[in-house]
């Protein structure tokens, strides 16, 4: 009997495994814990984002796929993205674009990872406001973690006023998270 709930706890670890990669949540943060992620979680459940600034190294990009990673687990349609890649796909005003933002605009949950670390064209700025402001319309929880605050994620993505309507869609759509300290990945001896 014990064997075989091992066998099945094993099954239910890939399963979800399986889950988390396909979601989106890299590699490296598919065992990702965070003391504050189950509450966030619950919050998540009831359609509040966050946006996670601070500076680099300080455990945002952990925090968040705590984050997705429970919502997963509860079946909740998530998926994860970095900007950087996500500037890249609409750079290349590929064929794909539509099912993508599709994509992101329909999930339960979608965490945009290190927004601001990318060099976003007019185009691709457009098309992260249409995520944005759908997702915003229909009152579904976003995620995004940052180097920059969402005063500065403005200024930061372009010039223009696209910047700035991302910013403050983001202000309403979601509670601040500041983390502050020092580069845990410089720091390790």
């Known amino acids: 009997m014990e064997r075989e709930e091992a066998e099945k706890a094993k099954e239910q670890a890939i399963r979800l495994a399986n889950k988390l990669r396909s979601s989106g949540v890299p590699e490296r943060y598919l065992g990702a814990e965070h003391d504050m992620a189950p509450s966030m979680a619950d919050s998540v459940s009831m359609g509040k984002g966050f946006y996670i600034d601070g500076p680099q190294g300080t455990g945002k990009t952990h925090l968040a796929y705590s984050v997705a990673r429970i919502c997963i687990a509860r079946g909740i349609k998530t998926a994860c993205i970095s900007s ?72 930061k993505l372009t010039e223009g006023d696209v910047g700035k309507s991302i910013a403050s869609r983001l202000s309403e759509m979601t509670q601040r998270i500041h983390i502050d300290g020092e580069d845990r990945r410089l720091n390790r001896g």
Do not use: W
């Open 84 to 155: 950087t890649a996500l500037m890249e796909a609409y750079r290349n005003h590929s064929k794909d674009d539509a099912e993508l933002a599709r994509r992101l605009m329909a999930c339960k949950l979608l965490v945009i990872d290190d927004l601001g670390k990318e060099s976003p064209t007019q185009y691709a700025c457009e098309r992260l406001f249409e995520i944005v402001d759908t997702r915003y319309n229909s009152m579904r929880p976003i995620i995004v973690t940052s180097n920059y605050s969402r005063g500065e994620i403005a200024r």
